[in-house]
Structures are given as C-alpha cells and as structure tokens.
C-alpha cells in the first residue's frame, strides 16, 4: 500500500498573509511542516500551492511542489487537483496535512495512514479527548461524536453530545468528548468522488467540509491520538511554538 502525503499551502490569508513563509527559527513554516511528514511512513510529500512564491520556496529546499489552481476553496479541493496532476493511481491512499503545524508529530501521521490496514476504510482522520471545558466550548475548536467502532457520527462547532440536566462546566466530568484534529486520509478514488460532491445543508450550517461526507453515506474512521497539536492561525500563535519548541 502506498501512502502519498500532499500538504497544501496557500500564500492568501485573512489572518495571516503568507504564513507558509514565514520564518521559525532559520526555518519557513512549510518547511519544518515538509521535514516532519518526511519523518513518517510516507512514500512521498508533495507540497500543493498556488502562489510561485511558494513553490519556489519549496523548489530551494529541494521538496517537491506542484502548483494548483487560486479558486479552491479548501484544502480537500487542492489535493485532489494535486492527485491528478501527479497522475497518482487510484489504489494509492492520500493524505491532506495541515501546512500551518510545523511540529506535527510524524507518529501522528502513521496512525492515521494506519486505519487504512482494515480494508474497508474510506476516510480516516484524528481525534484527542478534550481535557479543558475551554477547549469544549470554543467554536473555533470542532466536535466529534463517535460509534462504537471509532467512526465519526457527526461533526460540531458545539460540544456534543449535550448533556442535558447537568452544568456545561460540569460535563468533561460526566462524559468524553472528543476534539478533532484535521489530518485527513483518503482512498485516491474516495478522493475523487468527494471533490465533485456540491456543498451541503450540514455543511453550510457548521461550516465544516466533512460533514458533506457524511452527508453522502461515506463513513469516516477515526483514531485516537495524545499528542498537543499546535496550529499557527495567527502571528501570536508564534509566541506559543517559540515557548514550547524553543526555549
């Protein structure tokens, strides 16, 4: 089984213009982010972008870049026009990993590509327990409810499942509940079929792809994972890696 892992990098951001660029330690993010997926059991990192900026950038440290159309309108979108672009076969399994985590644990990548070992494993992606009501109440911070055998149910901006009767402040005692973490891995002809589905009613509500999926019957196995997963959403972001990586 092949495990092709393609990292999507857009220059644009309201947050946060150019964040693939910008400098960590005499390193660019995209850069530390390319050299810990080439620490997993990967067979090949390709950087996906849309900005020459970028891809000359990635064609200096000798990493591999493809360049994709500006109009996509999420990560899913560009590595699939990436798959193609690089002819991949369609028994290949694809992974879609975060450009802004500079510090990914590449054990974090193999045990996502793991779930692929049971056959039937459309989708997979990562999942922590929430240990904070912080982090359980944060919008900005997705839900996951889970099966019996660890595949998603349904996705949230909000905590759920609810529990009803008892204080919010009081429900990581009562019950676990599950963040998710965005890496994401597909079977290459899983991949296609997705990125022709039109946005749906879910979707549109929670502003979050993968509830599209679910909403098109395809099943999403998830794994567990312990790690701290640091994103760089914003400038100040880089004060959180600089303490924890750096000092």
């Known amino acids: 089984m092949e495990f092709i892992g393609i990292i999507?990098?857009?220059?644009?951001?309201?947050r946060f213009p150019g964040k693939p660029l910008?400098?960590?330690?005499?390193?660019?993010?995209?850069?530390?982010?390319?050299?810990?997926?080439?620490?997993?059991?990967?067979?090949r990192v390709v950087v996906a972008?849309?900005?020459?900026?970028?891809?000359e950038h990635v064609k200096d440290f000798e990493g591999e870049v493809v360049m994709t159309s500006n109009s996509h309108k999420s990560g899913t979108d560009r590595i699939s026009e990436a798959a193609k672009t690089l002819q991949l076969s369609?028994?290949?399994?694809?992974?879609?990993?975060?450009?802004?985590?500079?510090?990914?644990?590449?054990?974090?990548?193999?045990?996502?590509?793991?779930?692929?070992?049971?056959?039937s494993?459309?989708?997979?992606?990562?999942?922590?327990?929430?240990?904070?009501?912080?982090?359980l109440l944060?919008?900005?911070?997705?839900?996951?409810?889970?099966?019996?055998?660890?595949?998603?149910?349904?996705?949230?901006?909000?905590?759920?499942p609810h529990l009803r009767g008892v204080e919010k402040k009081d429900w990581l005692s009562k019950q676990t509940y599950y963040q998710h973490v965005g890496i994401y891995a597909f079977k290459h002809a899983t991949l296609n079929a997705i990125?022709?589905?039109?946005?749906?009613?879910?979707?549109?509500?929670?502003?979050?792809?993968?509830l599209r999926w679910l909403e098109n019957g395809y099943t999403i196995q998830t794994a567990e994972i312990a790690s701290e997963c640091i994103a760089v959403d914003s400038p100040e972001d880089l004060k959180r890696i600089d303490k924890k990586f750096f000092s």
Do not use: W
Not at 8 to 14: F, G, T
Not at 22 to 43: F, P, T, W
Not at 49 to 55: A, E, G, L, P, Y
Not at 195 to 210: A, D, H
């Open 49 to 55: 972008t849309d900005d020459t900026r970028i891809f």
């Open 90 to 119: 369609e028994d290949v399994i694809i992974l879609n990993i975060q450009g802004d985590e500079p510090f990914i644990d590449p054990e974090d990548i193999n045990t996502v590509a793991a779930c692929f070992t049971d056959k």
């Open 195 to 210: 990125s022709k589905l039109p946005m749906g009613v879910l979707e549109q509500s929670e502003g979050l792809e993968q």
């Open 121 to 135: 494993t459309q989708i997979a992606t990562l999942v922590k327990v929430i240990k904070e009501v912080d982090v």
């Open 138 to 160: 944060n919008c900005n911070s997705p839900k996951v409810a889970l099966g019996l055998r660890g595949q998603a149910l349904y996705f949230s901006r909000e905590a759920i």
């Open 22 to 43: 910008v400098d960590i330690h005499g390193k660019s993010m995209i850069q530390r982010v390319y050299e810990q997926c080439l620490k997993a059991k990967l067979n």
């Open 8 to 14: 999507p990098a857009r220059y644009e951001s309201s």
